[in-house]
């Protein structure tokens, strides 16, 4: 996904010479658009000039989601899926904060308004989403008494298997918080 991230910006750039604004293609005018922007700052175009800031961030995110895969082999592979695609995204931005001094963005979705983003900007919220999904189906799963006695916040296992799923990272498990006794003083 990073050179995917990283070929799809250079395409841009090339396609309209670099030019900040210009319309790349209209893929469904009005609507959905190819506009070469060039976002100086964070996420959806927030502290312009700052951008660089998130450097030590995006290290963490990519050494992060990395060891989170070196450690747990034996986690499925949804887990695996959302690591790379998280440090696939803080990468490809990263790269071009410190390559460029701005990251490049070109799909404009027109209809709502929303800010334009790019290949590594989609990798970054949907590994987000899928975490977050995978986090409420592991609560659901505790809940609900499927989870394995004595592997609070070490995944699920699968029934009529011996794999264990690993959440990335590890959700807060519902039961691991249990209250205190009144103290008897």
């Known amino acids: ?20 604004g210009a319309s790349i ?28 800031l998130l450097t030590p961030i995006a290290l963490i995110i ?8 070196m450690r747990h082999p ?6 695996h ?15 071009d904060r410190l390559y460029l001094g701005k990251v490049t963005d070109m799909f404009d979705f ?3 308004g929303f800010p334009v983003f790019n290949v590594a900007d989609a990798c970054i919220t949907i590994s987000g989403v899928v975490m ?11 809940k609900r008494g499927t989870k394995d006695e004595g592997t609070e916040g070490q995944g699920t296992r699968e029934e009529g298997t011996d794999e264990r799923r690993e959440s990335f990272p590890p959700s807060p498990s519902l039961t691991s918080v249990k209250p205190t006794p009144p103290s008897q003083d």
């Open 81 to 95: 899926v959302v690591a790379a695609l998280f440090a696939a995204g803080a990468l490809g931005n990263l790269f």
């Open 74 to 79: 034996q986690a499925a592979k949804i887990y």
């Open 62 to 69: 990519a050494g992060g989601s990395i060891w989170y895969s």
């Open 110 to 112: 027109r209809l709502i």
């Open 132 to 142: 977050v999904l995978l986090w409420i189906r592991e609560a659901i799963e505790e």
């Open 25 to 52: 293609l209209a893929l469904w005018p009005g609507v959905f658009e190819l506009t070469l922007v060039f976002n100086r700052g964070i996420a959806f175009g927030q502290l312009q000039g700052y951008g660089v």
């Open 1 to 20: 996904m990073l050179i995917l991230d990283q070929a799809v910006k250079f395409w841009a750039r090339g396609a309209v010479d670099g030019r900040e």
